[in-house]
């Protein structure tokens, strides 16, 4: 995924902001039409649901909206947006949505971790990163979402301070304890060569 | 490669990309028109707006019957596949289908019209606009006068009554239209599962259309159609009034729906 880079935007945001601060509601729609798939994908990470990251991702573009006016002028509008996008997007996890996810988490444990597949499978990149991303369901939504927004959506630690809303210094701790509980899921023999795991 | 398990966190972190640039995600939808919808129906400026921390009596989450979506070359829309299809002649400006499966659609763009006042909007038309007695003023209104006649849009929000419907994100839509200038403006395609039926308003030819989404397909001359998804929850009931044909789209009962229409004025 081509994710929007802060750096690359700066200007055109800041514009678009300003604009849409004063009403223009088609600045607003480009700011919407540039972020919507980061925001959908944001949601999706948190709710694991198409239909509830939709609704998540809609909601607080017009949350965003109408809160323009207390954006900091000059900051950047993405990890901002994200926040509000992360929030509706724990809102929107129902009971139900709770229970869809422990039964897809625990046929995700099934096929992963428990049920080890064979080395020969395992020595395969893509039984890698399907085993990667199973663990990666398994894990708390917030592990699930500062993993994602570092390595899936390249968002720096500045922006992640910023749509976590923590202090700096609190992301790398969050990260680095987020990837040793997501190491703790992964199989013992993932990544093993086959004949090591075959023999040893 | 060693085992994951004991990697380097910049190790596994790259195996993470990795996984992550192929994160089976399901396809993006548009956003943009529907929040630019919701944001033109609710008018506030977000400079002076404490909205968000506000619970919204209508919680809109448009994405469809509201939501009118260019089908990108449906295979429906191919006049040998849609001649193919059984359909009914029934009320002027609307053709009622039932299709076995609805197309495969996908999101591109919102036309509810341009958003205008009553009076605008009565201007740019070639009927006069009816608006419910029961619901009074609408909370917005759109015109579209590249219709034959023009097409008003009355948009109403959810309150007591008038419940919420999901996927529109509002309570209640009306639609107005000269159904006698273009007898087949409106293709509308149900699938199996959407309930139809053929019904009456004050003596006049309708349509009631409920349960589960239908397509929407307005054609605007003879062989040029404009392509567009209803992605209805919402229940509808269609029918003509002389010249005119007007469309209810919302969650109410059949009941409901024509209660209100036989009170239109």
Redesign the interface.
Known sequence: MSTPSVEGRPLDDAALVERARNGDVNAYEELVQHYQELAFRVAYQVTSNAADAEDAAQEAFVNAYYALGRFRSGAPFRPWLLRIVANEARNRRTSATRRTLLAERAQAAQTSGEAAPSPEAAAEAGEIRSTLLSAMQRLGQEDRLILAYRLFFDLSEAEMAEALDCPRGTVKSRLSRALGRLRALLPADLGKPPSESVNG | ?????Q?S?SE??A????????????P?????????A???LA??????????NVVRPW?????AGLVLVFLAGAALLNRGTRDAIAHFFHVRGVVVTKASALPSVSVSSLNLGQPTSLERAQSLVSFIIVVPSQLGPPDAVYVDPSIPGGEVTLAYKPRAGIPLVRQTGLGLLITEVRGDLSPELFLKVAGPDTHVEETSVNGDPAWWLAGHPHVIIVQTTPEDYREERLRLAANTLVWEDESVTLRIESGLSKSDAMDIATHMP
Do not use: F, W
């Open positions: 490669m060693a085992e994951l398990r990697v966190d596994l972190e195996s993470l990309r990795d996984a992550g640039s192929r994160y089976p995600y399901p993006t939808p548009n956003l943009a028109h529907a929040v630019r919701r944001i033109v008018p506030a400026v977000p400079a002076t707006s404490r909205r968000v919680r809109l989450a448009l994405v």
